[in-house]
């Protein structure tokens, strides 16, 4: 599957493998070559990934930090309209004797 780190390690392993049993300097140092891109692959993936899920971190703190935005907004707005109201002065009331 591409993507995956554990696969990226058993080809560079393999291809360590094979050098070590290559009949020649070059399809040793060919196959030395391919292990340490397996390798480099491997390490940019899991950097990918850890990029990604800081991302993901970040991205539902936002959201949660918006909903907590919302809330206070919402509160904010119902405090005004209770302060509003209490603070409007009362007519005066009609007295028995008026």
Known sequence: MPGDLKECRQHAARCAELAMAAHTPELRVMFLELSKNWEKLAIQLE??????????????????SLDEAKRLSSFAHFEAVVRSIISKPTPPSAGPGT
């Open 47 to 64: 950097d990918a990934f850890a990029k990604l899920t800081e991302s993901e971190a970040i991205g539902s703190n936002a959201l949660e």
